[in-house]
């Protein structure tokens, strides 16, 4: 089949299985991500999260990932939320959940999507796939921008003309040579409202994250206690960040989420914080079946609630922190008593 024909008919179908945006590109793309990537791993910039360092050469070549691959195809999912998700920071004795992290999670619906992309290319037209949803070393956001999805913004999140930053990305190579997009171009221009607005000042420059300042990455990556300069900034955000993502111009066109799956479970909008502490293993296993909040495990799950506790000014919390003073786990403890220690301040 016509290269040209067949990357139409993949668009075509991509569309029908609810993807928003497609563009494809070499899996030699990206050049330039190899001396990225190691700056900011040799800038420590990446924390905890060891794995970055470990497989950079698969995640700064694609082509080191699977040899075999001749193309690849990004794909955009959206997520928008319907409502504001800056509304739930003011609500001081609730929780702010990331909005990606409300309801079920990406990387099981999208994946699915992919596959089902991936099997009809393979009996559309033969070849070989892999498909991708953040779940091996892969470079999404660098793909998508050399395919033309968009381009990474001053937060280095993705941004599109057409859908905002409020989607997933997914990958699909493939053994067949479609014809490339054109690079997404950056258009932030002067605009500044992601660095500006950011609670951790987790922005080096533009372009640039420190993700050790990230409370996306405080919440969800980071072992053991946070560092006391930045639980005070986390306000009650317990799984994630949407700051620098809600506050962006270009969400004026963003779509609908298709997927029904995608929407807000009511329980996951700024729930108690009270009810929240409370939870021991089961019952955090039982509450968060299905969504991403899982991988965190109860007890980071907990320590997050407990800081968000702390920065509540609320004393009629300070029973609930004080109850997990004693709890099994030292870190769930340690946030406990600074919690209470930061109440016993608020009540005075």
């Known amino acids: 089949m016509d290269p040209a024909a067949l990357k139409t008919q993949i668009a075509a179908q991509a569309r029908l299985e609810g993807f928003a945006s497609m563009g494809v590109c070499r899996p030699d793309a990206i050049p330039q991500a190899p001396a990225q990537l190691k700056a900011f791993v040799d800038a420590g910039y990446h924390g905890q999260m060891g794995w970055m360092a470990e497989r950079m050469t698969w995640r700064s070549d694609p082509a080191a990932l699977w040899p075999d691959a001749r193309s690849v195809i990004m794909l955009a ?7 504001n998700p800056l509304d739930a920071l003011a609500l001081r004795d609730r929780a702010a959940i990331s909005v990606y992290a409300q309801h079920r999670d990406y990387h099981d619906v999208a994946k699915k999507r992919l596959k089902r992309l991936g099997r009809w290319l393979i009996d559309t037209a033969g070849g070989e796939i892999k498909v991708f949803v953040d779940t091996a070393p892969v470079m999404e956001k660098p793909l998508a921008a050399a395919a033309g999805l968009g381009w990474q913004g001053k937060h280095t999140n993705l941004l599109s003309r057409d859908l905002g930053n409020w ?51 405080l919440t969800i990556e980071h072992h053991g206690p946070v560092d006391p300069e930045l639980r005070a900034l986390m306000g009650n955000r317990i799984y994630g960040c949407d700051d620098c993502l809600a506050i962006c111009p270009w969400n004026k066109f963003a779509v609908e989420a298709s997927e029904a799956k995608y929407h807000a479970r009511p329980d996951l909008q700024a729930p108690p914080l009270a009810e929240l502490a409370l939870l021991d293993d089961a019952g955090f296993r039982a509450r968060f079946s299905g969504s991403p909040i899982k991988r965190i495990g109860r007890n980071r799950f907990v320590r997050n609630v407990l800081y968000a ?32 220690l ?3 301040g608020a009540g005075a």
Request: aromatic residues 8%.
């Open 309 to 340: 506790i702390g920065n509540s000014a609320r004393p009629d919390l300070r029973a609930t922190a004080q109850g997990l003073c004693n709890d099994p786990d030292e870190t769930v403890r340690d946030a406990a008593r600074w919690a209470a």
């Open 167 to 217: 989607f997933f990305l997914g990958a699909l190579f493939t053994t067949h040579a479609l014809p490339p997009d054109t690079p997404g171009a950056e258009a932030c221009g002067s605009c500044t409202a992601c660095l500006d607005i950011c609670p951790t000042n987790a922005f080096p420059a533009p372009f640039q994250l420190d993700a050790r300042r990230c409370i996306s990455y």
């Open 342 to 344: 930061r109440l016993d």
């Open 77 to 83: 999912e959206p997520y928008t939320p319907d409502h």
